[in-house]
């Protein structure tokens, strides 16, 4: 049972654009939500996160975005550039359990 | 160190051998996590230590796999009789109390059975 879910493996935007990845989750008791970036042979790294008492939390180029009744967000990059382009992760737990995590997208920004 | 520490960083085994996995998490970090990453899927949640609670096991796949954790140290994780299906990234993660927070991740052992 995928209880966070990416249903884009992959997305591809032109650099100085802005990328939108997605995440749905099925399990309302998440009460805190995060974003990973990975990079090729290194671990994933901790991007932004976001309470379940807010519905915005920005950070310079990343936003991310809550809607609770929709059991979706979404990670904002504005404006993209090359070096963004990695596998991003959401994630998702309950009560400060352990972190449930998609199966990620893989954007490519180019030039 | 500053960050969590896996070791080897990768490991080729044949079928059947027994593989241990170990990793060195962040300095005062009371959790523990490990996860798989098999090839073209999500991470996979293993097992998870939390201080001087019972480990909360219910990702381990199979009786094959099991870990340990030293107080707030270090971790090992073992495959036994390991199979080709075993194949995969394994990630370590530390966090303090509050995961909320986030992780911090380990760059993985890459696991290859053959």
């Known amino acids: 049972d995928q209880q966070v879910k990416q249903n884009s493996p992959s997305l591809s935007v032109q650099e100085g654009r802005i990328s939108i990845l997605n995440c749905d989750y099925t399990n309302s008791m998440f009460d805190y939500f995060l974003w990973y970036k990975k990079y090729p042979a290194e671990g994933p790294t901790f991007l932004i996160s976001?309470?379940?008492?807010?519905d915005k939390n920005e950070d310079g180029r990343f936003t991310v975005f809550l809607n609770k009744s929709a059991k979706h967000l979404s990670l904002h990059i504005v404006p993209s550039q090359p070096g963004d382009s990695a596998v991003y992760f959401c994630a998702a737990t309950a009560d400060t359990d352990k972190l449930i995590f998609g199966t990620g997208t893989r954007l490519q920004v180019f030039p | 160190g500053a960050g969590v520490s896996q070791s080897p960083s990768n490991k080729v085994t044949e079928k059947g051998k027994d593989v241990e996995l170990r990793c060195d998490p962040i300095?005062?970090?009371?959790?523990l996590y490990w996860y798989r990453q098999r090839l073209g899927q999500g991470l996979e949640f293993l097992i998870y230590f939390q201080g001087n609670s019972a480990p909360d096991k219910s990702g381990l796949p199979s009786d094959r796999f099991s870990a340990e954790r030293t107080g707030e140290s270090v971790s090992t994780l073992t495959i036994q009789r390991t199979q080709q299906e075993d194949s995969a990234v394994y990630l370590c993660a530390s966090s303090s109390q509050r995961v909320d927070y986030g992780y911090t991740f380990g760059s993985g052992t890459r696991l290859t059975v053959v």
């Open positions: 976001i309470s379940s008492i807010k």
């Open positions: 300095s005062g970090h009371t959790a």
